[in-house]
């Protein structure tokens, strides 16, 4: 056990703040949740993948760096330290990204993977179904094979991103007589095809950051399959996996919310230590952030060493999304009246964007599978309790 | 960076854990509760001829010479089994102090502790009580400003029966003719250090008997049967148990970071000590209560083993310095004026 960075690895850290410093926007940009500041998120991922900031953990011949985790915990680190704008590709580099990379052919890594890396193509999830949420067994949307074409028929909801995506990924029925979880297939479907309506759902602060995509036979040819045919259980399993696990909440992200929330407690001291409870809660944000840190660290240096992330990810989804939770309500209560108030508001002194962080910490004991379905998953699969 | 423990050290866990699991049952927890003093030196003997009791005393003194990195998986496992011996007193809080005071002393004492001979316990004035001071050949005792040295014959104690049997506690009176080993700043910092090995140690058992509680939930829960089925099958008694893996999970890293901080003597020992404590208690006093749920009306019993466990947990929680002590530490560590926070500043 060595904690300590290694030359090179602080030589690294040095080289992201610098660019960062260099290239991050001074104002901050719109959501990416509207128009405008859905294009200007994807300037920057633009931007990023000029530097080759873009994903970093990916193949030099893909436009990354070829880093490993630890080093990828580092930029994580500096990027929101920085202050960078959020990920508006984060369902492409994130999720579909390390899933092609496991299941893709060679062309089409060579075909995705580089525009994904631009930003030029944004993608969407299309996982969830009218009738198939957290039982995602009970997907009916289908694709008939025709030739060499899928045809594709049904409805997907919940749809990150899917307003001013280009592409968007999920399972699709191919075996009509299949049951639960076999006979589906893992298909990319560009959302311009004809037949397809996008209808947009605004979310609680107002902006359509997911939709309901319908397909009425549409089209998709055959290279856009992922894995084989009726294997799309197993690989969306990987790609839930990837969600749930390292890669799409680096400790970064609420260290910096448990930093904020220390600095916001500090200051208004005075009227939050009315309620006792408060200054707890912020000496265990600091504390949970801090063991989220350590852990993903531990983690990180034994997938280094080959080993292999398992149930255990189900642990991460609730740690993290619970206390993402916590720390934005321990924030609206030291705001007190001003909570509520939207930060334009002029009574709004001092708001930050912690109302924006709470509302969004409501969606995180839900999405990537509800935190009730990762408590089954660590019962049965990591302590090993009876179905 | 390698948050990782060597091959070596894993393999040393798994033949303790082998050897503590087959010799360390309920049943004979059980037995010591009728003798004498609740100790058993044959067991003792096998602990030191393992190298465990010298683990941490250096090679010129008859030992392995290992540190408190080296040993902290152990010590999860000497939890895991609920040991009522003193070995990680020993390793972690006597043998280090002993070790730092140096002199004569450590070279009388560390010999004889690394060949099982011997047993030096620790008492501090943080504690209200002496841990197994009746079977000390030594206490090394803080007296306010000055750290004593006692024989048994220099001090009378009396017994505090605590509800866990296997705890054994002493308040110590000291009489005439123990010698001071240390004073003021000197006696100071062994003291600080002690306390610090001595919540590491027990954030390190705590994890153990979380684990513990955890496997005699699953197992119970699979056999018993209500409503024609195995009462693990239910929703709301899995998500009892998956609680606690969570927390336990989240515990282990900063654990494992505070052993590797004392080990290296870091700045940020003392911060990250509280910081694995307060979590890895937490994760044991959950598992003790949810374990406790899901067990029924045959956890509050004496005859289910669980009761082993579950005290040993609520008592380590509020030794070598309860929540609020080491809240108070870490609250001292991240209020401060420019406090090293966020992203970036836990390994800085």
Redesign the interface.
Known sequence: ??????AK?QVF?EQVRDWLAANVPAAPLRSFDTAEGFAQHRQWEATLNKGHWGMVTWPEALGGRGCDL?EWL?F???Y??ARAPLRVNQNGIFLLGPTLMEYGTKEQKARILPKMATGEEVWAQGWSEPNAGSDMAAIRSSAKLEGDKYIINGQKTWSTRAVWADWCFGMFRTDPHSARHHGLTFILVPLRSPGITVRPIPQLDGLPGFAEIFFDNVEVSIENRLGDEGAGWSVAMATAGFERGLMLRS???F??T??RL?EL??TNRASADGDPAV??AV?RA???A??????T??T???LN?GGKIGA?SS?NK??WSELDQSMHATAMSILGARAELLPHAPAAQGVGTWLNGWLFAQSGPIYAGTN?V???I???R?????? | ??????EDQMLFRESVRDFLVHEVTPERIRASWETATGRDPALWGQLAELGLTGMTVPEAHGGLGMTE?DFVLLAQECGYVALPEPLVHTVLVAVPMLRDIGGELAAQWLPKIAAGEAKVIVGLQQNLLVEDAHVADLLLLQQGATLLAATPEQVRLQHNESIDPSRKLFAVEVLQGARTVASDICAATLVADALNRGALGCAAQALGLAQRM?DLS?RY??ERQQFG??I??F?A???H???V??RL??????T??AA?AVAHGQAVAAHAVS?AK??ACEAANLAAKNSHQVHGAMGYTWEVDLHIFMKKAWALANTWGDAGFH?TR??EH??AAG?P???????A
């Open positions: 056990m060595d904690l300590a960075f290694t690895q850290r630890i580092i994580e680190e500096e929101y330290k400790p970064a992200r260290q910096e448990a930093r220390v407690y500090t200054k707890d000496l600091y504390l949970d801090e063991s989220y840190c350590l852990t660290y531990q990180a240096c034994r060493k255990e642990t609730i740690f009730e990762q408590r089954n660590i019962a049965e990591m302590l090993g309790m009876p179905r | 960076m390698d948050f990782t423990f060597t990195l955890i699953v829960t699979s089925k195995p693990g099958s929703q008694v899995k998500h148990m998956a609680n893996a969570v999970e989240y515990a282990k890293a900063p494992h970071r590797y910081h307060l979590v809240k870490v609250g991240i209020f406090a926070l966020g992203a970036g500043a836990t390994f």
